[in-house]
């Protein structure tokens, strides 16, 4: 095992300049329904009644809130931020819902314990994301769920991310790097940021080669009602910001 | 259904600067072992010992040829190009190889007949590909395999596809459109052929739906031993130009 292997991940969430950031954009301060990749995930969600439920990077808690709303019969939420575990705290006393600090990279969960498995934007950051998938299918009870979403390799790939324009005037998203898997720095919200860059055959045969069965992939992008609304979020049709994937045990 | 879901694929192996040009590639010429890609395929293929097998735009019969010559019972080789298979037929006398011209938008199938379904860089030219995963579906036995490639969707998905420099001297795949599937028309070996674009997670969701299990997905770009023996490759691995796909039923 190399030494950035055996390192934990990078705490980026506890950075002041990140932290305050990330709590000003739209999901962190209006939850769920500010994030427009929600409706797909929501949708692939299990009935959640006397479910037992994990959020593997629970941030501010909105999930787990919303999963003890619709039923589930207690909630674990792991985070590696300590800031954000305090105030996800501080927004519940719901005794159902336990929130945990841990890093996904040396995660332990008990055996066949939830029906769901949910995790939002964070598994990109995990190097060893061949363990957890096998963590996780562990800790599913026989035809649990999970259900995720990442940036999508399209986004992650490039050395040099960011729109550029052609001569002939076309917005390009500039793809290099595709195959070359392992850490990308990037500037968002605060400067030097890591996340893990693989490729989407990947994402699939790590569930594959971790026991899981596909039900659903999505190369997310808004849809024509959303950029209706919203209209500089058309270019992300040009290339998906988000990979969202749902399997079971 | 629209007038271009019912025209017919457009044949353009029959045209004959098409034809010419493709004649001429290295994979024509040489065979499978010209195909870089070739050794990821040939590793997933179960063996074809006493096997029914089906070869979905068979071309010039490499293919049928090598599973005969790997145990196959028989093998039927579609293809819409009548010349390609004039010269797949020229090239055999094999009584247990078929070669059948069909377009594969309206292909019909016997039920439960083959043990493998193969196609290699076909079916990107098929617009219903929803209706003929279903047809091979129906027409494996159980526990039959379906190994496949396709030009990848980041190779198809650009408007103006070619490689690109940054300012800052960057080779670019220049991606747009990525999520707005269809035709695209680009000028490969002839002006205007037509190829469909569509998204990574709509090939494996129309696997899933059609009653696929997801056995191996592979972007395939050249190892670095294939670079070393040609180091013109190099580029490929910025961008994977090839989808290589491994389901049974």
Redesign the interface.
Known sequence: MSESEKSPTQNIYDNEEFFCGYSRLPRSVDGLDAAPEWPVLRAWLPDLHACEVLDLGCGFGWFCRWARRHGAAHVLGIDVSARMLARAAADTDDPAITYTRADMEQLELPSGSFGLAYSSLALHYVKNLDRLISVVHRSLAPGGHLVFSVEHP?FT????PGW?T?S?G???????????EGPRSTDWLAKGVIKQHR???SY??ML?RGGF???????W?PTQEQIAARPNWADE????PFLLVAACR
Not at 157 to 160: D, N, S, V, Y
Request: no cysteine; glycine share 2%; net charge neutral.
């Open positions: 399209i790939a490039p050395a040099e550029s052609t002939s076309r917005k390009i998203w500039p793809v290099d790097n595709y195959l070359e490729t989407l055959a699939i045969n594959l069965a596909l039900r659903h992939v999505e190369e992008g049709r040009q290339r998906p």
